[in-house]
């Protein structure tokens, strides 16, 4: 009997461990940013670019939810362009590339304080996959000023992509701008 009681013991810690580890890798909010209205002729709505709305709190992270082998995460448009919905040039060369490129942001916490910078990421949706190359941060710890356009801070789960790579997953143009997928490192 001593001995089922030790091991019953042992499997109890070793659960409550492993729900504490579980719980500790949640990602939380980290603050809120409150809106401000962008001056006339800022705030570039090119591919259906929110601004941010005076007054309005927006949710800020310093983390993403962890990284898998089919990691959850929505899609979305931008442009890497000059003159772009991107704002300036990329965070990981500090240029600016082609809509015909796949490449992508990622959040603030998938972005990794720039090391997964030119690496090369999968994503997978429609039945189909691509790589894209990541060169900037979909920052979700700021926003609603110059620096990022007047945008709101980015979710936390946000592959932010070009036109490349919503055409390589075969989505026809007039559904691109929020898509559920999954991504992982190449």
């Known amino acids: ?15 409550a461990t492993h729900c504490i580890e579980v ?19 800022q705030c570039n709505q090119e591919n259906d670019s ?10 800020t992270y310093t983390c993403s939810p962890s990284v898998s082998s089919i990691t959850k995460a929505t899609l979305t448009l931008n442009s890497f362009q000059k003159g772009g919905d991107g704002g300036g040039p990329s965070e990981c060369d500090n240029h600016y590339h082609s809509d015909d490129t796949p490449v992508v942001a990622l ?9 997964r910078c030119h690496n090369n990421i999968v994503v997978s949706a429609n039945g189909r996959s691509v790589q894209a190359m990541v060169v900037d941060e979909c920052d979700s710890t700021m ?3 110059e620096d990022h356009d007047y945008q709101p801070p980015c979710p936390n789960n946000i592959v932010d992509a070009s036109k490349a790579v919503w ?20």
Do not use: H
């Not at 009997?1 to 499997?11: E, G």
């Open 143 to 145: 926003g609603c000023d």
């Open 167 to 186: 055409k390589a997953l075969g989505v026809p143009e007039d559904s691109w701008g929020e898509l559920d997928i999954t991504w992982s490192d190449a």
């Open 23 to 41: 719980k500790a890798q949640t990602c939380r909010p980290s603050g809120n940013i409150r809106g401000i209205k962008p001056p006339p002729g």
């Open 50 to 59: 929110d601004c941010c709305v005076q007054g309005k709190l927006y949710t």
């Open 1 to 15: 009997m001593d001995t089922f009681r030790a091991s019953f013991i042992v499997l109890l810690v070793l659960l």
């Open 107 to 115: 959040s603030t916490g998938w972005y990794s304080g720039g090391g």
